[in-house]
């Protein structure tokens, strides 16, 4: 009777996951945006990783050490590079931008990095360090650098969970008559924007206007340095 030919069997242990920081961080962001904060755990995070709890602390120190890695994650998707060479305002023009696209990706991290210190986050500070840098180079005074980037930032992270809520939640269906001015601007949006998505015209708008009144301030606070 012919021998039936059976595959090899492979030599060693069975693979496992290689964990890094990095590998973790990623995990949890993934975690995070399909069970949000209240869904996180370090137990929860290991099962999706298909390791034991244990295994994570031998890469990361906890469960804050790991949001500061998914820090990290979304805020290297935050454009800094115009502060290089670009006015201030035209700089942050692009900044605020690309980090209400960052945020709006993944909501369910806005409440809880917007809460939490930024301790261990390192690649994120120094996005902050370059922004800093760059307005106090423009001639911002610098105890009026930090208010000012956390006044905008408080704008874009509102801006960002906007940009996931539906598009016609002012919509005043069936109560007109009782809010005729109100039923008036929603159908004189709706006329000017066309197909275009409300929350991105909102944000333009409110982002313009802040950077107005910004320069405004720049500039008279420049004027009382002189």
């Known amino acids: 009777m012919a021998e039936v030919d059976r595959p090899a069997r492979r030599a060693g242990r069975p693979r496992t996951t290689v964990l890094t920081r990095d590998l973790i961080a990623h995990a949890a962001l993934r975690l995070l945006d399909e069970s949000g904060a209240d869904g996180f755990t370090m137990a929860r995070l290991a099962q999706a990783l298909r390791v034991r709890p244990s295994a994570l602390y031998n890469h990361v120190e906890g469960k804050e050490d790991v949001i500061a890695a998914v820090r990290e994650l979304v805020s290297d998707r935050i454009d800094v590079d115009a502060f290089a060479d670009e006015p201030w305002d035209a700089a942050m023009l692009a900044w605020a931008r690309s980090y209400r696209v960052a945020f709006a990706?993944?909501?369910p991290t806005i409440a809880l990095l917007a809460t939490l210190p930024l301790t261990g986050a390192l690649r994120t500070m120094r996005m902050y360090d370059t922004v800093v840098a760059a307005m106090v180079r423009a001639g911002w005074p610098e105890q009026e650098v930090l208010p000012t980037i956390v006044a905008v930032e408080s704008f874009i992270l509102g801006s960002a969970l906007d940009a996931i809520a539906p598009a016609d939640m002012f919509d005043p269906a069936g109560a007109e008559a009782e809010v005729p001015a109100f039923a008036s601007a929603y159908r004189a949006r709706a006329r000017s924007l066309g197909n275009a998505p409300?929350?991105?015209?909102?944000?333009e708008i409110g982002l313009r206007a802040l950077l107005d009144g910004?320069?405004?301030?720049?500039?008279?606070?420049?004027?009382e340095s002189s």
């Open 198 to 203: 409300p929350a991105d015209a909102a944000f």
């Open 214 to 223: 910004l320069r405004d301030r720049h500039a008279r606070l420049h004027a």
């Open 105 to 107: 990706a993944h909501p």
